[in-house]
């Protein structure tokens, strides 16, 4: 389990793809391999991955198929900076919110507006995740915990959402280099999501439906 809170900004060295089938990414974060070992669990871009070689402070993961279909993982080339936390240990502080690290789908950067020391960003969302974002609900952009600011009406063809970033957000992750169409992994509150899940067995049981 993460938090959303991003440690450090990771390098990429090298991306090796046997076509769409898997990845091996090797990364180099001086911070983050501190105390990692073999089969560690790090969040890269906020894709829960597995540490599969670990030299000093580089160390590689492997991506399967599914996790390229998912998110932006398969778009990364050598220089590019990721956003990098570690599992939380037990007992930990949840200063964000609970990020599994499973990737819901990909978003896009439509507008983004400096206010001030802040800046707003709006991002298009898959039609099949917004209903699972509320405003003032949280969600993970690149792994990064944010809190929803606002949302698209409900329908809406193309709907969006907005986060807010404070100068400590823009600075040290990812996020504040993004530039309008670029992409970024999302993950919404996995409790919308089995609460979904658990009414439509509920609804299923109430009309005779199969269990």
Known sequence: MF???????????????????????????????????LGGSIAVNG?????????GKDFSVDVMGETLVRSTIGELAAGDSVNLERCVPAGGRLDGHVV???????????????????ERLRFAVPGNLARYIAE??????????????AVSPAPEPEPWFEVGLIPTTLAETGLGAKTTGSRVNLEVDVLAKYTERLLAFSTGAATGGTR
């Open 100 to 118: 599994q690290g499973h990737v819901d789908g990909v978003g896009q950067l439509v507008e983004r507006e400096a206010l001030g020391n802040w």
């Open 136 to 149: 003032k609900g949280s969600i993970a952009i690149d792994g990064v915990s944010l809190t929803v600011t």
């Open 3 to 37: 938090t959303g809170i991003i440690a450090e900004q990771g390098q990429v060295l090298s991306v090796d793809r046997d076509g769409d089938t898997s990845a091996t990414v090797r990364l180099h974060a001086p911070a983050s391999t501190e105390g990692l070992a």
């Open 47 to 55: 894709v829960c991955l597995t540490a599969t070689q670990i030299d």
